[in-house]
């Protein structure tokens, strides 16, 4: 079974997206911050990654720089699920290595055409 690690400081986000993923065939690792989220990776090895931008201890885009840099195995899967639309914010996403970005609000049919897309489903 394919894992998915999801990021977010909200725990509301981090439930919605756990039934989500969860009901799209993933198991599922959380995290409330970007510093667990570099460990996470590293101890768990996701096959995929959904995370906020705003992250504390470690914003998501310096925890997605770390992540790039580590000489992991299998390299996962990186979504931004954030709620800010700014180009250049989206822009520094995929160019720092993000694979996709999502706009909160977002719902299952979202999510499953993304991880469609990157051939995860």
Request: proline fraction near 3%; glycine fraction near 4%; charge should be negative.
């Amino acid at each position: 079974m394919a894992k998915c690690l999801i990021a977010d400081d909200s725990r509301v986000i981090r439930l919605l997206l756990s039934k989500i993923i969860s009901k799209l065939g993933f198991s599922v690792i959380e995290a409330e911050d970007g510093e667990d989220v570099v460990e996470l990776t590293q101890t768990q090895e996701p096959d995929l990654i959904i995370m906020d931008w705003n992250l504390p201890v470690l914003e998501g885009i310096d925890a997605l720089y770390k992540i790039r840099e580590l000489n992991l195995a299998k390299t996962p899967k990186v979504i931004f699920c954030s709620s800010s639309s700014d180009m250049d914010r989206i822009n520094q996403a995929i160019e720092g290595g993000a694979d996709d970005y999502i706009i909160k609000p977002f719902d299952e049919d979202i999510i499953a055409v993304k991880l469609t897309i990157l051939g995860l489903l």
